[in-house]
């Protein structure tokens, strides 16, 4: 099943599989790959024994556990390990293709991380400088990111919408209306009257869709834990809570039908504003 949903979804390439945790030590350490999604309840070694194993063995993967078990004690230990996100049984479709774009994401980021750290490592004392103040866009996209919606279409309009925002309205509270700030952001770069009404309609849509992704993606981490600091923070501050509440439920009962869901766009980008602002000002 989860084969399926992982090939259909082009969610990425699966390279094995293995009935036991003592069958797939071997195979993971040859083939190594970036993500192991791995049972919690497995013969001979379970899902937590297994991944000492490989961490003992050098393995530097990323973790998905899969269980029916949830408790606070087994998910305490299981991030101790190393574990990223939970898949709960039976397996819902909508929330492996969450999680597994989330640690996608995550996966990207770290290896971006690291790629900065080797070049700082490589300054020497004396060339280094009062660090630089922070760009709108780096504030975004860390927020974009810490909800997993970095590679949506839409990020780059929340993206120019801030860097307006910051630009021509500085500290203007609350936003226009949504249709003005749209067409202003579109005339911004470039577009004709006629067109900036045209793209302000399709970035409208696009907004919709990120944002109902970033519910999405918070919803799953609730449903999995909801003391999750990313779920803990930007569920209630960027977002009506009871429409999380809703999906997260939706989620545990292991429900497939699409569920039906308010999006607030104005909510959204007035928080993000908000913050990006305040961030805006420390970094100076």
Do not use: W
């Not at 997993?148 to 021509?168: H, K, P, Q, R, T």
């Not at 990120?210 to 501050?237: C, H, K, Q, V, W």
Request: glycine share 6%.
């Amino acid at each position: 099943m989860l084969k399926k949903i992982i090939t259909e979804g082009d969610l990425g390439l699966v390279i094995g599989d293995a009935d036991k945790g003592t069958s797939c030590i071997s195979p993971i350490l040859t083939l190594q790959p970036d993500i192991v999604l791995i049972d919690f309840l497995m013969p001979e070694l379970d899902g937590i024994e297994t991944i000492e194993h490989l961490r003992k063995e050098g393995f530097k993967g990323q973790f998905i556990m899969i269980s029916q078990v949830i408790n606070k004690e087994m998910v305490g230990e299981a991030y101790e390990k190393g574990i990223e996100y939970f898949i709960h049984k039976p397996i819902n479709r909508i929330e492996v293709q969450s999680i597994l774009k989330k640690t996608e994401e995550q996966y990207r980021l770290k290896d971006s991380l690291l790629a900065i750290r080797d070049s700082l490592a490589n300054i020497t004392p004396s060339s280094m400088h009062t660090p630089k103040k922070s760009t709108v866009k780096e504030i975004v996209f860390t927020t974009l990111s810490n909800m997993g919606i970095v590679g949506e279409a839409g990020s780059e309009d929340i993206i120019a919408i801030m860097n307006f925002l910051l630009e021509e309205h500085n500290e203007m509270t609350p936003l226009p209306p949504l249709k003005e700030l749209y067409e202003a952001v579109a005339l911004k770069t470039g577009n004709s009257l006629i067109d900036a009404k045209r793209e302000s309609k399709a970035m409208e849509q696009r907004l919709r869709r990120t944002i109902l992704t970033a519910m999405s993606n918070l919803a799953s981490l609730g449903a999995i834990d909801n003391t999750n600091p990313e779920f803990e923070y930007y569920a209630p501050r960027f977002f009506d809570f009871q429409e999380i509440r809703n999906q997260m439920i939706h989620i545990q009962e292991g429900m497939e039908d699409q569920l039906k869901v308010k999006v607030n766009n104005k909510k959204f980008l007035q928080v993000l504003y908000l913050e990006v602002l305040d961030k805006y000002k420390q970094s100076k």
